[in-house]
C-alpha cells in the first residue's frame, strides 16, 4: 500500500466505526464455482471457461439448511457464471422453497448459450431477482471490458429478459444491472447514471429495467494487474482513499452479510473471498462449523481494497431487494 494512504481502519476510527461489525445475517451470499463463458479483463474472481472449481453437493446441503434453520432472507447466487453449474437450477428451487427470496447474478451473455435459453422462463417461475452486469451502454467501452461482441448478445439477453416480463413495470420481476467504469476511474453518481442508462437503452434497443447500480473497480485480482501494467495502482487506491465517505462506509454489504466460497470457507465478502481473507477475529471460517450468533456479529476482515467499497456514493451492490 503506498504510504501515502491512510490505513482503512484509521478512516474507520475517523468515524467511530471501528472496528466494522457484522449487524445481522440478512444475505447469504453463494458462490458456486469459478466457471465462466467469459474472460474478462476486470474479473475480481479471475474467472475463466477453463476454471474448474465448482461448489460441491454437501456445501450445497447446507448452504440450503441454513437458509432454513436460520431463516436467513435472502440468498444471493454468484460466481463465475453460476449458471454453469450442473446443479443451479435444483439449488434454486430448493432455496426458494425454504422461503427466502433469490437473487442471482448474470453476466447476460451465458443466456445466449443454447442450453440456457430457458432460464428467463424458470426465473420467472421461481421469482428470482436478476442482477445483470452490463459494464456500460454502449457497445465501445462494454466490448472494451468483456470482449468483441459481448455488447450485442448482452442487449439480445436484456430483450429476452424483457420479453419474459423482467424489468417490465407492473410484471413483479425485478432485473437490476450493475455498471463499473471501464477504467481506473470512479463511477459516475448512480442516479444520474440510472437515468442515462435507461434513456439510452430504451431510445436504442427497447430494453427497460428496474434500477441501476454502479459499482467501483476492486483494486485487486484482474483490475490489480491492469493497473499495474498502467502503473496507476497508487493513484487510484489514492483516488478511492481520497473519496472516503463515512456514510458509504457505514452501509457496506458485510455487515448484513457472509459470503460461502465453492468450497464451504466463509468470508465476509466476494472480494474478500477472492484475496482468500477467511472470516476472522473469532468466528467460524468454514460453514461445516456455523454459529449464526458468533457469525452474525463478528468482526469484518478490513483492508485498503475496501476503499473500493466506501468511495464516493458507495460500491456494496448487495443487489437490494426492492
Ligand atoms: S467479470 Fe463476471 S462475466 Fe466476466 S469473467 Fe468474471 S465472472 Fe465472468
Ligand atoms: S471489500 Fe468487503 S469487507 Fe471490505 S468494505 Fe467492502 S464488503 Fe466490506
Known amino acids: 500500500m503506498p504510504a501515502a494512504i491512510t490505513p482503512f481502519d484509521d478512516a474507520l476510527k475517523s468515524c467511530n466505526l471501528y472496528p466494522l461489525r457484522a449487524e445481522g445475517i440478512a444475505t447469504l451470499q453463494v458462490n458456486l464455482g469459478k466457471k465462466c463463458n467469459q474472460a474478462c479483463h476486470h474479473c475480481h474472481v479471475e474467472a475463466g471457461p477453463n476454471r474448474t472449481e465448482m461448489m460441491g ?16 432472507p435472502v440468498l444471493d447466487i454468484t460466481g463465475g457464471a453460476p449458471e454453469m453449474h450442473p446443479r443451479y437450477r435444483t439449488f434454486v428451487e430448493s432455496a426458494r422453497g425454504t422461503g427466502a427470496a433469490a437473487m442471482t447474478r448474470c453476466n447476460l451473455t451465458i443466456l445466449r448459450e443454447p442450453e440456457m435459453h430457458g432460464l428467463p422462463a424458470f426465473w420467472k417461475t421461481h421469482n428470482v431477482i436478476v442482477v445483470a452486469s452490463l459494464p456500460y451502454f454502449r457497445r465501445e467501452e462494454t466490448d472494451a471490458v468483456r470482449g468483441k461482441g459481448v455488447f450485442e448478445k448482452s442487449i439480445e439477453a436484456l430483450k429476452h429478459l424483457n420479453e419474459t416480463g423482467y424489468g417490465i413495470e407492473g410484471s413483479g ?22 437515468r442515462q ?9 427497447g430494453v427497460a429495467f428496474n434500477h441501476l447500480f454502479a459499482m467501483s473497480n476492486m483494486p485487486i485480482a484482474r483490475f490489480k494487474d491492469y493497473l499495474n501494467r498502467k502503473n496507476a495502482h497508487d493513484s487510484y487506491l489514492l483516488r478511492l482513499a481520497g473519496a472516503f465517505n463515512p456514510a458509504a462506509a457505514e452501509n457496506v454489504m458485510c455487515r448484513s452479510m457472509v459470503s460461502v ?18 472470516v476472522n477475529h473469532g ?26 467499497c466506501t468511495a464516493g456514493q458507495g460500491s456494496s451492490c448487495g443487489g437490494e431487494i426492492s
Open 283 to 308: 468466528a467460524p471460517f468454514h460453514i461445516n462449523d456455523w454459529n449464526q450468533r458468533a457469525l452474525a456479529g463478528r468482526q469484518i476482515v478490513t483492508g485498503a481494497h475496501c476503499y473500493g
Open 57 to 72: 453437493d454437501a456445501v450445497m446441503e447446507r448452504c440450503l439448511s441454513l437458509l432454513k434453520e436460520e431463516r436467513i
Open 261 to 278: 466460497g465453492w468450497d464451504g470457507f466463509l468470508f465476509d465478502c466476494d472480494f474478500n473471498q477472492m484475496l482468500g481473507l477467511r
Open 197 to 205: 442508462f435507461r434513456a439510452e437503452l430504451k431510445r436504442n434497443h
Open 173 to 194: 420481476l425485478t432485473l437490476n444491472l450493475v455498471y463499473n467504469p471501464a477504467g481506473a476511474f470512479l463511477p459516475a453518481p448512480q442516479e444520474p447514471m440510472e
